[in-house]
């Protein structure tokens, strides 16, 4: 596998979107689920304040704490395709390709729609 630039962005772009399908998409929430229950509660001001409880110890419990956390799994996700990358490249490169297309289009999607409400 040739690192460059180019490899960096697509995975940079993949890890995004994979990371953000598992931790905060809608789609994935039966999975979260499993691992952990958010609970909303109002604060003083009357503002709703969402929270997660984890359930389960061991594994379980380390699931749940990973799947809170955007930053660990995006940590493993990378940690994913990478070994995807190395072990079985030519669907790797699918995989990557497409989770980097996406990533991308929910990046345009964001900035779009924040310039359409200014």
């Known amino acids: 596998m040739v690192?460059?630039?180019?490899?960096?962005?697509?995975?940079?772009?993949?890890?995004?979107r994979l990371a953000r399908l598992l931790v905060f998409d809608t789609i994935m929430a039966p999975l979260r689920s499993l691992f952990h229950e958010e609970k909303e509660e109002k604060d003083a001001d009357g503002n709703i304040e969402t929270?997660?409880?984890?359930k389960g110890t061991g594994v379980r419990a380390f699931i749940g704490e990973l799947l809170s956390c955007y930053w660990c799994t995006g940590v493993w996700c990378a940690g994913f395709?990478?070994?995807?990358?190395?072990?079985?490249?030519?669907?790797?490169?699918?995989?990557?390709?497409?989770?980097?297309?996406?990533?991308?289009?929910?990046?345009?999607?964001?900035?779009?729609?924040?310039?359409?409400?200014e």
Do not use: D, H, R
């Open 51 to 54: 929270y997660i409880v984890i």
């Open 3 to 16: 690192i460059n630039g180019m490899t960096i962005a697509l995975l940079s772009l993949a890890v995004f």
């Open 81 to 117: 395709l990478i070994l995807c990358q190395a072990f079985i490249p030519e669907a790797a490169q699918w995989l990557i390709l497409l989770l980097a297309i996406a990533g991308l289009a929910g990046i345009i999607e964001t900035l779009v729609s924040k310039w359409l409400q």
